[in-house]
Structure formats: structure tokens, C-alpha cells
């Protein structure tokens, strides 16, 4: 036993080394006849072959650099000035009206300005000011007026002295995080000596305490902006990911929960600040150039082409912006991406050539990404036409070849025909057994395992500790979605329908900021790159001619995609719908545009130096954008002369 025991061991070690020259090495057994003629060669003859002979791997070093390069030079433009590191964590949420404290500044002081941070819930407070804590002046009310209000610093301007400032819960109900007290000119709180209560009720310490108010002064803005508190959909989307984390009922139920929990990873990690808030939206815009360098390089089979989708993605104006901002949507992208990424490697497998369950492994996954893109946002169901379509287009190929050998077995039958027999044999035989396999494991891929993974995205929710957030509940929600998107009749002023996207005829003004130096300006605005958005459109149709014209297959599958991310928009005319709709369609329109410069490329090869120039163009318009892009605070002029192309432009008042 013991000597079966070491051979098997032997054995072992002579697999792995095996297993690590097949799979990792990539070299294969070369199986020459032998000297003598035989069939089986001499132990002598037997060589391992390089993997440059045998199959080469997706990316090489080469692309890992030129990826890496690109990626990182991304990443750093994103995360810089992204958002503070720092807001208030603790609070004060007294529970009944008229619970009071007031604070001592040690001596009279000129009070210039009063900040405030109001964060979660709906209520008002009084502020007052007193010289010597008998008599109370000047009264002021801050307020939340409705639980959709940002969560931001705020401030009044007082221009008055005083040595007591009183803070008295008039509509209890808003979590009052912090206020900083502001001297005439400076930007630095007034420290505070005391702090006294007048009338708190004992309750819950769930509610915090008045010195809460006034303990974080690190943390206090003078100059409230987009860098210190939220902005746009950020109400909505990174709210409702702190109550998830924190089991409280959610502010925003009209989208699955999965994007907001992805939001709660970086609440958790950072807090509930700006920085955490909006972290997990730019990693996921970091991973989505790696996800489009990958599907350019399995269509184009080329490490240029692959790093000119890149680097268009990397700098279109729609992925940064909407990559910088803690809402939903730009997950839900990175899951479409990968969701036609795996369906193309399927599309391209054919179960005749390949082991059955080797094609199973791409099915699977796009299934995977199609339920977690349905968990982030219903754009992602869009999806399933398209994989519809691909799935049959790809399996009626499989029965033409079915028909095909059939007919050439009769005609070899009758001796009019040549070829392999024994082959076309197979494909007849196995045709059938290996299509319902395939149909029962798209059941699986999509329809099981993503209606899974979409109820699974709804713990959060049901571990909401209040009532009516069950099970049962999760079912109405579902109706109550799909109402809200099809019947709401409100509009925006900068709306906009599916046609006027792609010619970026309105973009979306997101944020303006109010303190800034007069003649200057401070904006957030979502749009696309012209040079990318103006030059897609006409490349998706000449894809469609071209791709038909050359039977490029892997082409049909990113029409498809662009189709389903876009088409459903045109029939959908009642909604709500804003430029950053056409968001998930761009990775495929810029697919569709690599595909034409590589077919331009391959018949005038100096057409490469016009797709430099071309690259270098979009990178110019980038950094001439970057300002409204960014928010970073740049001269009204510059704007107005440079950037507002046209009148539906709107970067500023």
C-alpha cells in the first residue's frame, strides 16, 4: 500500500507538471512517427512546442502595458477632486417640538456667516443669538423641507455679534449633523466653550445628542459645493444606499436595489461622504476600459484597434461625467458590456467544433451579468432581445449545418458526393441531443439564475427594519415600478427624446455652483464627446452595410446590442428621458466606429495617421471640456466663447 501510495504521488507531481505546460505554459506533446516508421515515436523524438506555434493568448504583455498605461492615466483624471473625504457622520434628530440648547463662544463675537448640515428626514429648527443667554434676537429658521432634498452644507448670513447662539427643534423630524459659526473674514469654525441644554426630553440615544451638533468642526464648509455634498440624482440613489446599509426604509424604490448596495460598499468604506458616495461609480468606470479593450480585441484581433476603442471610451464626455456622480447607471453599463461581451464569445463557438460545455461557460456568464444588470436597473432587461436574437441566429447556423450534412450523406450515399463521411455523421447525429441541452441551459443561464439573482438583490430591502417590506411586498413593488415609469406625466427642462441624443442637441445640466468668484463659473454637464457622438451614428449604419457585405459575424452581435440599448427609446415616447438614456449604447457605437477605421485602415494603410489625428481630437475636445465636465471653477467667458456651440447649450446662467 505504501509503495501504490508514493507512485500515485509520483503520478500526481507528473500531471501537475503536465497540467502547467498544457494550461499555463500553453505548450503542447508534439507526436511525430518515429525513425523506424512506426506510428508511435521514439521517447527522443517527443518536444514540447512553443506557444507562439500553438495558440497565442488574448492579451500579451504588450496589451497588459498599453492597457495599463491608459487605465491608469484615467483613473487618475477621475479621482482627482472627486469629492471630500470629509462630512459629518453624527447627529442631533430631536423627537418632540421645542427641545432646546444653546452654546457659548466664550466672548461676543461678529458673527459673519452660520453653516448648517441637514441630512436625513424632514423638519425645522430655530436658530437665535443672545449676548448674554437672557435675551434672544434675530431669530432664523433652517429647514428640510421633504426627504428629497440633497444632503449638503448650507449657510445663512448673519452680519451681527454675539456670544450665545440657541438652537431649538421647531418641526422635530431632520437629522441635524453639524453647524459651524463663521468670524468676519475667516474660514475657520469659532471654537465653542459649552454647550447647555435649555429643555431635552430623556429618549432614545438613536436621536444623538445636542453636542453632536458641534463636534466635528473639521468637517464644516464655508464654501458649500458639489465636492462636499450631492448633487442631481445623488438624492435619490446614494440616500437610499446609506439606509440600505443601515436597514432603514429606502428613499428611491422605482429602480432595482443591486446599484445602490454597489453605492453602500463605498458608503461603508469611506462613510457617508461625497468620496464615499461616489467612489464605487468611478472604479466601475475604471473596469468598463479593460471590458471594451477586451471585446476589441477578440473582433479586431488587433492590440491597435482594441487601444482606439479604448481610449475613446476612456474619453467620451458621458462615461466620465456619469462615472463621477453616485448614481445607478453606470453599473448597469459595466453589466451590459460584459452581458454582449460573453454572448459574442458564444455567438462565435460553434458546439460541432467545441465540447458542448465549453460553450456552455460564455452562456453562463452573460446570463450572470444579464441578472445583475437587471438588479441595478431595468435597461439591462433591454438586453434579452438582443440575446434572443443571437442565441437563435447563432443555433439556426447550427441546423443549416444540420440540413448541410444531411443532404451531403444522401449524396455520398449515392456516390456523387465526397468527404467525411464519419463527420458528417456526427453533426447529424448529435445535432438534436446538443440543441435542447443548449435550450435547457439558456433556461438556466436566463431565466433561473438571473430571476435569482434579482430577488437576491432584494435583501437589503427586506431587511428594512420597519414594516411593509416583506416578501410579498417585493411583488408589489414590482407593479408599482413598472407604473411609475410608464404612466409619470412630469417633465424637466432639460428632457429630451431618443432622436436628439446622438446629435447631443440638449445636454443634461446637472449641477451649478452658486459660491463662486463673480465672472466665473462652476458646472457639471452631461453630454458626449462630438468628435465620438457625431462621427457613431454614421458608423453604426455603415457597419450594417459593411459587416453584411464582408459576413463579418461578430459584428451582428454589437448592431444587436447598439439595437437593444437604443431602440426600445423610440417606442417608449411617454417617459421622462434625458440625454444619459443613450449612455448604454455607446460602447457599441464606438465599436461600430473602431470597426470602420479598421476597414478603411486595411485597404489604405496610411489612414492610420487619420485615426492619430482623430484620437488626438477627441483628446483635445476632452481637456477643452473638462471645466463643465469636472465642475472645476473656470472663467463665464471661456464658456460662453468656446464651449456653448449652441444656443440649447446650457452650461450657465
Known amino acids: 500500500m505504501r509503495r501504490f501510495s508514493i507512485a500515485n504521488i509520483i503520478l500526481l507531481a507528473c500531471a501537475v507538471k503536465l497540467s502547467i505546460d498544457i494550461y499555463i505554459r500553453k505548450k503542447i506533446?508534439?507526436?511525430?512517427?518515429?525513425?523506424?516508421?512506426?506510428?508511435?515515436?521514439?521517447?527522443?523524438?517527443?518536444?514540447?512546442?512553443?506557444?507562439?506555434?500553438?495558440?497565442?493568448?488574448?492579451?500579451?504583455?504588450?496589451?497588459?502595458?498599453?492597457?495599463?498605461?491608459?487605465?491608469?492615466?484615467?483613473?487618475?483624471?477621475?479621482?482627482?477632486?472627486?469629492?471630500?473625504?470629509?462630512?459629518?457622520?453624527?447627529?442631533?434628530?430631536?423627537?418632540?417640538?421645542?427641545?432646546?440648547?444653546?452654546?457659548?463662544?466664550?466672548?461676543?463675537?461678529?458673527?459673519?456667516?452660520?453653516?448648517?448640515?441637514?441630512?436625513?428626514?424632514?423638519?425645522?429648527?430655530?436658530?437665535?443669538?443672545s449676548d448674554?443667554?437672557?435675551?434672544?434676537?434675530?431669530?432664523?429658521?433652517?429647514?428640510?423641507?421633504?426627504?428629497?432634498?440633497?444632503?449638503?452644507?448650507?449657510?445663512?448670513?448673519?452680519?451681527?455679534?454675539?456670544r450665545y447662539v440657541r438652537i431649538t427643534a421647531e418641526k422635530p423630524g431632520a437629522m441635524l449633523n453639524e453647524i459651524g459659526l463663521f468670524a468676519t473674514g475667516t474660514a475657520t469654525p469659532i471654537p465653542v466653550k459649552a454647550i447647555s441644554a435649555i429643555k431635552i426630553l430623556p429618549i432614545s440615544p438613536e436621536y444623538g445628542k445636542p453636542e453632536n451638533v458641534f463636534d466635528e468642526p473639521a468637517t464644516v464648509a464655508y464654501v458649500p459645493s458639489f465636492i462636499n455634498g450631492m448633487y442631481f440624482d445623488e438624492i435619490y440613489h446614494s440616500r437610499t444606499a446609506y439606509e440600505y446599509l443601515h436597514h432603514l426604509p429606502p428613499t428611491e424604490p422605482t429602480h432595482p436595489p443591486l446599484g445602490k448596495v454597489i453605492i453602500s460598499a463605498g458608503?461603508?468604506?469611506?462613510?457617508?461622504?461625497?468620496f464615499g458616495?461616489?467612489?464605487?461609480?468611478?472604479?466601475?468606470?475604471?473596469?468598463?476600459?479593460?471590458?471594451?479593450?477586451?471585446?476589441?480585441?477578440?473582433?479586431?484581433?488587433?492590440?491597435?484597434?482594441?487601444?482606439?476603442?479604448?481610449?475613446?471610451?476612456?474619453?467620451?464626455?458621458?462615461?466620465?461625467?456619469?462615472?463621477?456622480?453616485?448614481?445607478?447607471?453606470?453599473?448597469?453599463?459595466?453589466?451590459?458590456?460584459?452581458?454582449?461581451?460573453?454572448?459574442?464569445?458564444?455567438?462565435?463557438?460553434?458546439?460541432?467544433?467545441?465540447?458542448?460545455?465549453?460553450?456552455?461557460?460564455?452562456?453562463?456568464?452573460?446570463?450572470?451579468?444579464?441578472?445583475?444588470?437587471?438588479?441595478?436597473?431595468?435597461?439591462?432587461?433591454?438586453?434579452?432581445?438582443?440575446?434572443?436574437?443571437?442565441?437563435?441566429?447563432?443555433?439556426?447556423?447550427?441546423?443549416?449545418e444540420y440540413l448541410k450534412a444531411r443532404i451531403i450523406l444522401e449524396l455520398q450515399k449515392n456516390g456523387t458526393a465526397v468527404g467525411s463521411i464519419a463527420e458528417n455523421q456526427a453533426i447529424v447525429r448529435t445535432f438534436f441531443p446538443k440543441l435542447i441541452f443548449t435550450l435547457m441551459w439558456c433556461i438556466l443561464a436566463f431565466v433561473v439564475i438571473p430571476a435569482a439573482i434579482y430577488m437576491l438583490s432584494y435583501l437589503p430591502f427586506m431587511m428594512t427594519d420597519a414594516p411593509g417590506y416583506g416578501l410579498a411586498d417585493?411583488?408589489?413593488?414590482?407593479?408599482?415600478?413598472?407604473?411609475?415609469h410608464h404612466t409619470m406625466q412630469i417633465t424637466h427642462p432639460f428632457s429630451s427624446v431618443w432622436w436628439e441624443w446622438p446629435i447631443i442637441k440638449k445636454p443634461l445640466w446637472l449641477y451649478m455652483g452658486k459660491d463662486v468668484p463673480a465672472g466665473q463659473i462652476s458646472s457639471i454637464v452631461a453630454m458626449g464627446n462630438p468628435a465620438i457622438w457625431w462621427a457613431g451614428v454614421p458608423a453604426i449604419i455603415a457597419v450594417a452595410g459593411i459587416a453584411l457585405c464582408r459576413k463579418d459575424k461578430g459584428m451582428l452581435v454589437v448592431l444587436l446590442a447598439a439595437s437593444s440599448q437604443y431602440v426600445p427609446w423610440m417606442i417608449r415616447p411617454t417617459d421622462l428621458t434625458f440625454i444619459f438614456h443613450f449612455f448604454a449604447t455607446t460602447p457599441f457605437m464606438i465599436l461600430c466606429l473602431t470597426y470602420v477605421f479598421k476597414?478603411?485602415?486595411?485597404?489604405?494603410?496610411?489612414?492610420?495617421?487619420?485615426?492619430?489625428?482623430?484620437?488626438?481630437?477627441?483628446?483635445?475636445?476632452?481637456?477643452?471640456?473638462?471645466?463643465?465636465?469636472?465642475?472645476?471653477?473656470?472663467?463665464?467667458?471661456?464658456?460662453?466663447?468656446?464651449?456653448?456651440?449652441?444656443?440649447s447649450w446650457i452650461f450657465y446662467v
Not at 458608503?267 to 461625497?274: I, L, N, Q, S
Not at 417585493?474 to 411609475?484: A, C, D, S
Not at 476597414?599 to 477627441?618: C, E, M, N, R, T
Request: charged share 15%; with cysteine.
Open 29 to 129: 506533446i508534439a507526436m511525430p512517427a518515429s525513425a523506424s516508421g512506426s506510428k508511435t515515436p521514439d521517447a527522443a523524438e517527443i518536444k514540447l512546442l512553443p506557444a507562439e506555434e500553438i495558440e497565442k493568448p488574448l492579451l500579451s504583455k504588450k496589451d497588459f502595458l498599453i492597457l495599463g498605461i491608459l487605465t491608469s492615466v484615467y483613473a487618475a483624471v477621475a479621482l482627482y477632486n472627486l469629492g471630500s473625504f470629509k462630512a459629518p457622520q453624527s447627529y442631533w434628530k430631536p423627537a418632540n417640538k421645542g427641545e432646546s440648547f444653546y452654546i457659548d463662544a466664550g466672548k461676543s463675537r461678529n458673527i459673519d456667516r452660520v453653516s448648517y448640515f441637514l441630512s436625513f428626514g424632514a423638519g425645522s429648527y430655530l436658530i437665535d443669538f
Open 132 to 162: 448674554d443667554g437672557q435675551v434672544w434676537r434675530d431669530e432664523k429658521r433652517i429647514e428640510q423641507k421633504n426627504i428629497y432634498e440633497p444632503i449638503e452644507w448650507r449657510y445663512f448670513n448673519f452680519g451681527g455679534s454675539a
Open 267 to 274: 458608503v461603508a468604506a469611506f462613510g457617508m461622504t461625497p
Open 277 to 400: 458616495w461616489r467612489i464605487m461609480g468611478v472604479l466601475f468606470g475604471i473596469a468598463m476600459i479593460p471590458a471594451i479593450y477586451c471585446f476589441a480585441k477578440h473582433l479586431f484581433r488587433k492590440s491597435g484597434y482594441a487601444f482606439v476603442a479604448a481610449f475613446l471610451f476612456a474619453f467620451d464626455f458621458m462615461h466620465f461625467t456619469y462615472t463621477r456622480i453616485g448614481v445607478i447607471d453606470c453599473f448597469a453599463v459595466f453589466f451590459i458590456i460584459l452581458i454582449y461581451y460573453y454572448m459574442y464569445r458564444y455567438f462565435m463557438m460553434n458546439f460541432f467544433e467545441e465540447r458542448l460545455w465549453r460553450t456552455f461557460v460564455p452562456l453562463l456568464l452573460s446570463g450572470v451579468f444579464f441578472g445583475l444588470g437587471a438588479a441595478t436597473k431595468w435597461i439591462a432587461v433591454f438586453c434579452g432581445a438582443g440575446l434572443a436574437m443571437i442565441l437563435f441566429i447563432s443555433l439556426g447556423r447550427r441546423f443549416y
Open 474 to 484: 417585493v411583488f408589489r413593488l414590482q407593479n408599482y415600478m413598472y407604473k411609475y
Open 599 to 647: 476597414v478603411i485602415s486595411d485597404k489604405l494603410p496610411k489612414f492610420k495617421y487619420a485615426v492619430f489625428g482623430y484620437l488626438l481630437l477627441v483628446l483635445f475636445l476632452f481637456f477643452m471640456f473638462y471645466p463643465i465636465l469636472s465642475g472645476a471653477i473656470v472663467s463665464k467667458s471661456f464658456v460662453a466663447t468656446y464651449l456653448r456651440w449652441f444656443n
